[in-house]
């Protein structure tokens, strides 16, 4: 499952903006509209970027709650969910 990190990352890499290290910023998501922060719509954990999963309900899940057909595996999946 694609967490945001991984969304934004490969957004960028489509785009052609390369992060050394695949580091990124709170700038870099405002950036690309996707959330720093958020927290887990089952368990109320607190997530960021990196461990929060985007599912098809539209609410961020950490990984242990978001069920692997709940989550995205690839940012084509995701885009056609989320396109603006
Ligand atoms: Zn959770």
């Known amino acids: 499952m694609l ?10 890499r489509q785009a052609g903006i390369v992060h050394p290290d695949d580091r990124m910023t709170g700038a870099d998501l405002d950036r690309l509209r ?15 970027a990196f461990n929060a999963v985007p599912t098809r309900s539209g609410f ?19 885009l056609a969910d989320n396109a603006e």
């Open 60 to 78: 961020l899940a950490c990984e242990d709650c978001a069920s692997p057909e709940a989550g995205y595996e690839t940012l084509v999946d995701f």
């Open 34 to 48: 996707l959330p720093m922060f958020g927290g887990c719509a089952i368990c109320e954990a607190s997530l960021a």
């Open 3 to 12: 967490t945001i990190f991984d969304i934004a990352l490969a957004l960028d």
